[in-house]
């Protein structure tokens, strides 16, 4: 499968690119470890287990990144403005930080305790073709959090993961890269692991 970019203008060639990545892999003992490898990433994040989250499941070189595009009308995209900006770009002692935060009794935010559930869908794998240790996986990401009855918040985004085989053969994320497509939040905060 192919995408020619010059006549289906509204494909990025970075999408164009990750589409072929995944449509040509129909590896379905892969496509199980990807799976797995989010569901228990999810679980342990929707328990609030985020110490846990970090050993287990996350590696010590990882970059997670989290942006926001604009949306421009197609005559806005001939002036060379900047798309997309940063709401997170971290590493794992940021991480780390994030979620001492989190763990900290003096965290107004966190009380009540919040509650939340999330859905992991569209998962797509496929093997790095240069480094047979790295797996990419796609997905979108539904997350729900719960404060109190009445406040509740849902986000949704697409992710773009990097999951490197290390020590003992266990998997750990490197890299996370998540596309939020609200430009202003319709939340009160964004301080979730997406």
Known sequence: MMINIQEDKLVSAHDAEEILRFFNCHDSALQQEATTLLTQEAHLLDIQAYRAWLEHCVGSEVQYQVISRELRAASERRYKLNEAMNVYNENFQQL??????????QNWGNSPKLRFTRFITNVQAAMDVN????????????????????????????????????EGGVRKLVQRFVDYPERILQTHNLMVFL
Do not use: M, T
């Open 96 to 105: 780390k930080v994030r979620v001492e935060h989190q763990l900290d009794p």
């Open 131 to 166: 480094d047979k240790e790295l797996l990419h996986i796609r997905s979108n990401v539904i997350l729900h959090r719960a404060r109190r009855g009445n406040q509740v918040d849902v986000f949704y985004a697409a992710r773009e993961d990097k999951w490197k085989r290390g």
